[in-house]
């Protein structure tokens, strides 16, 4: 069964230096990652995502996330956090070769994210 | 305007009581979702569906069904609610490639009282 952990509650980070908001997952065979972003009372809405390629991928924003297959880790990174980037933050992880229930989009408990002014 | 939509943003009803939550997306998206979102629990699968009249059991379906008739609604029952029930609950919706990513609505913040 395919699992995703965040292992930090909360982030705490003063504005203009670099964040990270960790990741690991664990997959059957090569996963397809997604980050997402939810701001206070609104959806979830889509970050930056790995499917194959180049490890490092860019997103929105400025964000961007280091696919690692030996830690089985993603790490959500941004060179110069904003205030505007204080939201939740979810890392989500799909086993595209687990037959029917490839769909199934497994997401972790969430780290909230405050930049400091 | 084109996108996903939930109905009602917020509702409160009482424990026994039959509730319906309402997701409608206008992309013609094959893929529906239903997560709830609970604190320490972030997110987790109720149901989803592939298309008109197919759908699949996520990691928490007990207490729920759900229904696709159109492509474009997909309805979440909670047939007789409980108060573990109590929870903010989102729809999205996605293309067909695993690939894709999923486009969410704003959510239905229930209470069971």
């Known amino acids: 069964a395919q699992s995703v952990a965040q292992p930090e509650d909360q982030v705490n980070v003063a504005e203009g230096n670099p964040l990270t908001v960790k990741c690991t997952y664990s997959v059957s065979g090569n996963p397809y990652l997604f980050w997402y972003v939810q701001y206070p009372n609104r959806g979830l809405q889509f970050l930056l995502k790995?499917?194959?390629?180049?490890?490092l991928v860019k997103g929105s924003y400025g964000f961007e996330a280091e696919f690692n297959k030996s830690q089985t880790s993603f790490h959500l990174k941004k060179p110069s956090a904003l205030v505007s980037d204080s939201a939740l933050y979810f890392c989500?992880?799909?086993?595209?070769?687990?037959?029917?229930?490839?769909?199934?989009?497994?997401f972790g408990k969430g780290t909230k994210l405050s930049v400091i002014p | 305007d084109a996108g996903i939509t939930q109905s009602p943003r917020y509702k409160i009803t009482e424990t026994g009581r039959q509730v319906t939550l309402m997701c409608h997306q206008t992309w013609s998206h094959s893929y529906m979702f239903w997560y709830r979102q609970d604190l320490g629990h972030g997110l987790r699968l109720i149901y989803y569906?592939?298309?008109?009249?197919?759908?699949d059991k996520g990691e928490v379906p007990d207490g729920y069904v759900v229904s696709r008739s159109k492509t474009e609604n997909f309805p979440l029952t909670l047939e007789s609610a409980t108060r573990s029930q109590t929870s903010v609950y989102f729809c999205?919706?996605?293309?067909?490639?695993?690939?894709?990513?999923?486009?969410f609505g704003s959510g239905t913040q229930l209470s069971v009282l």
């Open positions: 569906s592939a298309a008109a009249d197919i759908t």
């Open positions: 790995y499917i194959t390629g180049d490890n």
């Open positions: 989500a992880v799909r086993d595209p070769y687990s037959g029917a229930g490839s769909y199934q989009l497994t």
């Open positions: 999205a919706s996605s293309e067909g490639q695993l690939g894709e990513k999923l486009f």
